[in-house]
């Protein structure tokens, strides 16, 4: 069939009638699949849907029914939200147009265009859209994988039952017991998130069992909003956290979950709770879809987000390399809306705008102590580029700090909203 | 046009600035009049419907409490570290609500700058330091958010500003909920400019903002205004 699509939508009504045969009626609408419902996935889908204004037949597949955001759960383990605060189902995604499918996508068939999921369905598509986030790459701290110790030693770092169970563990931990994090090498999820949740983790430790020790392990020689982090916790609580960078052997630890112990260079030391963030790659279905590098994540194009693999896919999020952006909820967002543009312009000819591209992140420090860090981006023929930033100083008067977390707040709500409707 | 403008803030913002007055006193005193209705200054002045105004020049938004209520929205400026200077005043009496999302002072604005001029000329006789020397922190006269006619006059393209607003609704809701971060819809479309152009031009204080705004050209903050404008 020569028939072009956007000569099809256009002609209308009379064209379709002309040719009389439901099977082409139902092909001619076209089809993007959007595999994973986070601030990629379903802001994607959602803008697509909305914007092509039922142009675009869109299907989000996403395993849970509800959603937890990983934004925000060090603020549930420090005590400051509820649980259910972070949780977001998809019930207002069908009002936009998205049809939701709760399955796992376990196979893409990048040539015959279709995608298949666990429970045998099998969605053809014109454009997929894969936003699966992150997965852990086990062997990444010897001793600990995830099938085997994350029950013991939690990651915590896919929002769910795992968070529930990292603030039990705390909560749990005898008076002046030892909290550990193994902290991840660079490139993970949300940089300043592990030391965001040291801050939330002393927080609650300095209520409830003020003589605790917080021993961070951390293979980076540096990490994201650093002096921000050691002020604060010098600032709140004093003498509590220790971090041992490469110079001390941060870099070659093992972990033994059986003995709760942690093995810095050669010494073990017993803990009380070890949360174990391993090192990261893309997320599976990106794997099996084989849109991956030798590094484990997917290149992208700068201008839009589509795959450097394939012309028919684009990659949002924490699985995508793309250059100088963070792996964060705000970028999968951001990054969401430019390749939803991209996309109807592939399919319905709709105008298709320069690419702009943004990111912030707040961390709270202590209660009313908040701090951002962000920039804007721009597409370069090599990758995704800075073209301007900026970050929280120390030293700010505690009035902007406190505005500061309300504005978070205040973030929290339209970002959910924008990306769940 | 632009050169010439650009050119002349240039010359403002140097060393070597002229010593021009800010504005007549005794004018300024008559202008006040509408001012007074809410506002005290001088000998004994009290916090009213609006604040008491002796040492405006040099303080901090929303910083002299004294069991003085102020907006959110003047708090947030305040915490934000925007000070009372001339440029700053300026701006806001030329137009409160677009240098102030949400600010209570129900007056829409002085848009005489010689009316401007005057009243705080007037209102820098009861600060500490009334410098007499013009190009003198705090009460120098600097720049503006003083736009071109032709930009005020651009007429923005909706669907751009639809796309462009992408960007602003992770943080800004749609449905125009202010908790934490403002809303930005319904604005008249000129206030809205002229509030953008204050962030590029960092008289505005918040960072995020200046960022954003920052690298939108004239042609785009008209449309985003065209678009949020249009929405209720």
Redesign the interface.
Known sequence: MTLNRRAFIGTGIATAAALNAPMVMGQAKPRVVVIGGGAGGATAAR?IAKDSKGAVEVTLVEANPIYTTCFFSNLYIGGFREFESLQHGYDKMAATGVTVINDLATGVDRAAKTVTLAGGAVLPYDRLVLSPGIDFRDGSVPGWSVDAHAEIMPHAYKAGPQTQLLKAQIEAMPQGGTFAMIAPPNPYRCPPGPYERISMVAWLLSQKNPTAKILIVDPKEKFSKQGLFEDGWSRHYPGMVERVGPDFGGDKVEVRPDTMEVVIDGSAQKVDVCNVIPGQMAGKIAQIAGVTDEKGWAPVLPDSMKSKMDENVFVLGDSSAQGDMPKSG?SA??QA?VAA?AIRGELTGS?V?PA?Y?N?CWSLLAADDGV?V???Y?PTPEKIAS????ISQNGE?A??R??TY??????Y???T??IFG | MLKRIILALAMAGGPLSAAELIGDADKGEIVFRKCSGCHEVGVSARNRIGPELNRIFGRRAAAEKDGFFYSKGLARMGADGLDWEFKTLDAYLENPKALVTGTRMNFSGLKDPQDRADVLAYLRQFSDMPQNIPESSPTARAREVELPPEVLALVGDPEYGEYLANECQTCHQVDGSNDGIPAIIGWPAEDFVIAMHAYKQKIRPHPVMQMMAGRLTEEEIAALAAYFNGLE
Request: aromatic residues 14%; charged residues 30%; without cysteine.
């Open positions: 803008y705000f967002n951001s809306k543009m105008k705008f702009k943004s912030t951002k962000g920039a804007s721009e073209t301007s930033s900026f008067d009035g902007l406190k505005q309300e504005e978070s707040i205040g973030w709500e339209g970002i909203a924008d």
